[in-house]
């Protein structure tokens, strides 16, 4: 038994694993500075540059519509708050599996977005679709070239992840996000909402991401590991975060959801008092994002808010266990348990905070003798509706 669930363990360790190997193949990372390639790097059916989206038609959309299940969709929520706040430019986040029962408004002026590591996942073809006949261009960003998804989009972002085995989805996760970045980038680029100088930044931060996440996975496993043993037999778990770090405590909940079995919700941190609040006592782990960016205000503001709403856990006797940046002192001093990830740009950090999250979520399932690559009731692609 033993055996079998190392064996059964292997994939899901590998592909968290496998992370920072993976990020640099995702479009940006060549060497150029201001990123004015990445739209080579779109390709088209036969995995050519592609020419049918073009710079123009880039800074001609007005909207984008970005459709998605599952982690992807979490992929899809953070990549909003990265092209709203880099490129100014106005996205929409529809689950697939509601998209085309609610008669969309036809916007064929906007860019249709689908975010998918299979390519093969049925409510998102069956939305891809609707987008289609509703006039939108279409953009994919998948893991596997040739797929369904691909095959019908105009242009296609690939992640390069690499094969993803087990069922629960990690380093096609953090490589969606990178591409969602790059994405923004290259948006605020063609758009005009950025400096040569802050797109500079923008990709020094992401190039020191594979090296971060390495770090990561030296430091902080052994701390999962014991936050398994205090916690395993916890029957729910909360995770909160604000702006893009909520889809993050989104993700950390579907992780341990899906592959140990506990009942976990994400929620935004600031709407705890608006009912969640009541489910607070000395049983309940309340995972919190409470990392910030030192160098943008809006990011410490968010992480001041977050410190309060932590007090406000706390007080009612939750055991917090905090995600924080390090050199953070202070928050050790208000909660039960800290992990530290190296300090990154506000729109990269969710890349590196959910490393921990994954990790926690394995630990607790191997200690719980469940099989992590092959959770019941799943499937790794989701081809029926
Ligand atoms: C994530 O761990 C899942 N197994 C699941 O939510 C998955 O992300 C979803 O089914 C979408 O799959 P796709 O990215 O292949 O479209």
Redesign the pocket.
Known sequence: MALALGLAAAAQQRQTRQQPLKLPQVPLIRASTTLVDVPVLVLDKQGQPLESLSRDDFRAFNAVRIV???????AALAGKFMIERLARLPVDVDY?SEYRYRDPIPDSSGLGLL???????A??IAAQHELIAKGSKTLAI???VGSA?TRLAEGVITTNAGPEI?????K??TA?LTALFTLALYLAQVRGQITDRESLHLVNELSRIPAQIEEILRTVDETCHELARAFSTARDFLFLGRGIHYPIAL?GA??LK??SYIHAEGYPAGEMKHGPNALIDETLPVVCIATQDPGDPSSVLKYEKTLSNIQEVTARGGRVIAIAIQGDTHIAQLVEHVIHIPQSHELLLPILEVIPLQLLAYHMAVRRGCDVDQ?RN?????TVE
């Open positions: 998605a299940c599952g982690t992807s969709w979490h697939a975010i998918t590591q299979s390519g093969e996942t409510d998102t998948c893991n596997v998804v087990g069922v629960a989805s990690t096609a996760f969606q993700e579907l992780k899906e592959i959770p799943l499937a790794k692609s989701v």
